[in-house]
């Protein structure tokens, strides 16, 4: 109870306070001012605090009619019914424009589209606001206190009044009173801020009458419908509805004194293309900040719809691969038993029974072990590729130079007799799953020790190289390396490098795919499943993996490993490899 009566007296002395400050702009008692805020502030107070608001404004009506200036002397008693007139009609006018706006403007939320804005402006600023300037003139009339007024030239103004500062105080409030604060960000209010101050100057040039003797009236005042268009495009509603009041403001200061650019004559009649023009800026002012809100929203919304989709298709693509990667493993592990069955009897009949067998037969039967073979190293690497999807990973330290000469020595003792030189930088550090990382090292080294078989002296380099945008720094033939996944930029990769035979780069998008091979597994025998592997592993650390080369010149191989940082010495000496 406390809060409603609280909430009574302060919107009472608001409605007082506003409707002095448009008297002060009147010429005397008419109260014809070209700018009536309380019409603007009752209905807004009618949509945000609700029907109970009524007391405050016909409380601040009629105080505000009791103790403001009339024509010639008259009683107590006839003042007071006359100002019970007018706060009857200033009342009626609030609750029965709230009513109109909401039943048909959406209410309080009657800025949010430019349909509702135009049903708003209809409703609430023409329709509703002929009954508080009718019943008011109407009460100073049976009076006796219009002193000769024309009472329908005195109806016109206080209308017009009326429904200019319902265009422009109601939008304002409803604005900035809608939204929970704080309403922007700083580098917006900051803009706010500034376009008040350029619309101070603005208006000081073009109302101070220089600028408008030179270019006549109309021009100068037109000319500031580009900063009051501004804030609708930028900053929304509150922006634009701020903008407009305070353009307002400043132009009814200039219409009191006599600095109007827009005047034809006597004070009077040049109330009309003033309020013509707020009414119109402000109007394109709502409708342009409506439209871009709701623009704005559906942006957002086709972003959240397209997200919500991304994300639901992730999942099923998640999903889906987790079964294929288990149907994968229990396919490939279900096969090696009855493959071990065929390639353990193949074996057998060839060794106990050879003699009986002619040598088309044992040639068959070696075949059969060979394939048999092949065929079991082809699902031993199907169940890796399966396992480096399925792993959970730890990420540590890991010296990957230590890794990558484990992994040479180990090729070296398989071939001691082969020409090669290993040339390893030290100290080359990551961030990643040490078993993982073993994995993706040993199919790349691998892989380049066998296509170095056929040259005298194998040369096989692992290191570091600049990576300025996810590129080798010296791409071959001038042809850009293919990239595979989306990953965060390091500043270097890590390659290793050799001297064998090469790949066409026209081929290079093949080259990671499963089962993708690039030359003939007579000339070079493999499954087709390690460089698939390599990307996988380093994709799953997030990071990305490519290649370059050249036939019979070599070929490059570059990945790259986030949250990684080598000293600018260090990568110098590691490219120099």
Same mark, same amino acid.
């Given at each position: ?455 005298? +002296? =194998?040369? %096989? #380099?692992? &290191? $570091? /190289? *600049?990576? !300025? ?8 033939? @001038? +042809? =850009?390396? %293919? #990239?595979? &996944? $989306? /990953? *965060?930029? !390091? ?8 001297? @064998? ?77």
């Amino acid at each position: 109870m406390k809060s409603k009566l609280l909430t009574v007296a302060g919107l009472a002395v608001a409605y007082v306070l506003s409707a002095r400050l448009g008297l002060a702009l009147g010429p005397g008692w008419t109260r014809a001012s070209p700018a009536w805020p309380p019409a603007g502030l009752a209905l807004a107070a009618m949509l945000l605090l609700g029907w109970q608001a009524w007391p405050g404004v016909a409380l601040g009506a009629f105080l505000e009619s009791a103790t403001g200036p009339v024509a010639g002397p008259a009683s107590r008693l006839v003042l007071v019914a006359a100002s019970a007139g007018v706060a009857l009609g200033n009342t009626i006018e609030a609750l029965a424009g709230a009513w109109l706006v909401r039943r048909f403007a959406g209410g309080r939320a009657a800025l949010e589209r430019p349909r509702s804005i135009f049903r708003f402006l209809a409703l609430g600023a023409l329709l509703s606001t002929v009954i508080g300037p009718a019943l008011s003139v109407g009460s100073l009339s049976l009076a006796r206190l219009l002193g000769g007024q024309n009472p329908g030239s005195l109806w016109f103004a206080w209308w017009l009044a009326d429904g200019v500062s319902v265009v422009v105080v109601t939008p304002l409030l409803l604005a900035w009173g809608t939204r929970p604060f704080p309403l922007m960000d700083r580098k917006r209010m900051t803009e706010l801020v500034a376009v008040q101050l350029l619309l101070g100057a603005l208006c000081l040039v073009f109302f101070g009458g220089w600028l408008a003797a030179k270019t006549g009236p109309v021009l100068p005042a037109y000319l500031l419908v580009p900063i009051l268009l501004w804030p609708a495009l930028r900053l929304g509603q509150t922006g634009a509805t701020l903008t407009i009041f305070v353009f307002w403001c400043l132009a009814l200061i200039g219409t009191a004194r006599g600095l109007d650019p827009l005047a034809v004559g006597e004070w009077s009649p040049s109330m009309f293309p003033l309020q013509a023009f707020i009414g119109v800026s402000a109007v394109m002012a709502l409708v342009l900040a409506a439209n871009v809100t709701q623009h704005a929203k559906e942006v957002r919304r086709l972003n959240a719809e397209l997200e919500r989709r991304v994300s639901e298709r992730t999942a099923q693509l998640e999903a889906m691969n987790k079964e294929l990667e288990a149907f994968s493993y229990s396919v490939s592990h279900d096969l090696r038993a009855p493959l071990r069955s065929i390639l353990g009897f193949s074996e057998v009949l060839l060794e106990r029974y050879a003699s009986q067998l002619d040598a088309s037969g044992q040639g068959f039967l070696r075949r059969a072990c060979e394939s048999c073979q092949q065929m079991d190293n082809l699902i031993q690497d199907l169940l890796k590729l399966s396992r480096v999807g399925r792993s959970e990973m730890r990420r540590q330290p890991v010296n990957l130079s230590a890794l990558a000469e484990s992994i040479a020595d180990g090729l070296r003792k398989a071939e001691p007799d082969r020409p090669a030189d290993f040339l390893i930088a030290p100290n080359l550090c990551a961030q990643g799953d040490e078993r993982l990382l073993r994995v993706a090292l040993d199919n790349l080294l691998r892989n380049a020790w066998k296509f170095t078989r056929y040259k005298p +002296r =194998a040369s %096989i #380099q692992f &290191g $570091t /190289v *600049a990576n !300025p945008g996810g590129q080798d720094a010296r791409p071959t033939r @001038g +042809r =850009a390396p %293919i #990239q595979l &996944g $989306t /990953v *965060a930029n !390091p500043q270097f990769a890590f390659f290793v490098r050799d001297n @064998g035979a090469g790949f066409d780069m026209a081929r290079a998008g093949k080259l990671f795919g499963v089962f993708q091979r690039l030359h003939s597994a007579s000339e070079f025998p493999g499954s087709g499943v390690g460089l698939a592997t390599v990307q996988r592993i380093i994709n799953r650390h997030g990071g990305l993996a490519w290649a370059v080369a050249a036939p019979d010149q070599g070929a490059t191989f570059f990945f790259t490993l986030p949250q990684t940082t080598l000293s600018p010495g260090e990568l110098t000496e590691n490219s120099a490899a």
